[in-house]
């Protein structure tokens, strides 16, 4: 959707995440739909969300 400015207006809702024996509150942003080539049902989460619950993960790019 895109408003008048023309910049994209993604639609976002406050969720708390528990699990691990941690807990966080995120910001949930809808990037992408279905009708954009996008899979339904996939989520992810920025690094600090998973600092917050106590795991780290690293990868090499």
């Not at 739909?33 to 990868?59: F, H, L, Q």
């Amino acid at each position: 959707m895109e408003a008048e400015d023309g910049k994209s207006r993604k639609k976002t809702k406050l969720v708390r995440i528990t699990g691990g024996g941690g807990a966080v509150e995120a910001t949930v942003v809808d990037e992408c739909d279905s009708r954009r080539g996008c899979k339904d049902d996939v989520v992810d989460s920025s690094p600090a969300v998973w600092r917050a619950m106590g795991r780290v993960y690293y990868a090499i790019l």
